[in-house]
């Protein structure tokens, strides 16, 4: 069971805990941080506080969840940068998440925030896809995937988006069962 703090060159991941909630809440109620999705901005900081509690009784559940992204300094973790990691979701699959603020995009973050996620998922169920749920617009986020070595294994309507035209994809590292992607997408 995965457990705790990883860290990767830059960054340190931590189990987020209710202190964090102030930083979260900020992360998420950044518009930028949504400009491909704005309906997604938390508004209130209830809204975060919901995340917050899923993920860590997903920790205490599971053993693992979405991390805290904290920029890695000689002396210990420095600012928030962001919230990703692996969840159980939907089924048997992980669903791969990764939010980081727009100051820190294109620095390759997201690359290490992936390994590491990847990495603790394997080490927990290897047996269990990894799978990135995006919207297709988000070229980043698309970007990441591919750049992690996902593999696009659908494309169709994003079932309850407030845009009816939107479109998602489901990125995976290995084949996934028409069924499993019906009930990831929302369409079984």
Same mark, same amino acid.
Do not use: K
């Given at each position: ?72 300094? =000689?002396?210990?973790?420095? &600012?928030?940068?962001?919230? !990703?990691?692996?969840?159980?979701? *939907? /089924? +048997? ?45 988000? =070229?980043?986020?698309?970007? &990441?995937?591919?750049?992690? !070595?996902?593999?696009?294994?659908? *494309? /169709? +309507? ?31």
């Amino acid at each position: 069971m995965v457990t705790g703090t990883t860290t990767t060159p830059r960054l340190v991941l931590s189990p987020p805990r209710q202190a964090d909630l102030a930083e979260l809440h900020a992360l998420h109620a950044d518009p930028g941080v949504w400009a491909h999705f704005p309906s997604g901005r938390h508004a209130t900081v209830e809204a975060t506080a919901r995340i917050l509690t899923e993920t860590i009784a997903g920790w205490e559940e599971r053993g693992l969840d979405f991390w805290t992204v904290r920029a890695r300094l =000689d002396e210990g973790p420095g &600012a928030l940068v962001g919230m !990703g990691g692996c969840r159980l979701h *939907r /089924g +048997p699959v992980w669903n791969l998440y990764y939010r980081l603020a727009p100051t820190v995009w294109g620095q390759g973050l997201a690359q290490e925030l992936i390994a590491a996620a990847r990495a603790a998922a394997a080490a927990q169920h290897p047996e269990v896809p990894v799978v990135a749920y995006l919207l297709e617009h988000n =070229d980043g986020s698309r970007r &990441a995937a591919e750049r992690a !070595g996902l593999q696009q294994v659908w *494309r /169709g +309507p994003d079932v309850g988006n407030p845009d009816p035209d939107a479109v998602r994809l489901v990125y995976a590292d290995r084949e996934v069962d028409v069924g499993m992607l019906g009930v990831v997408t929302g369409q079984a």
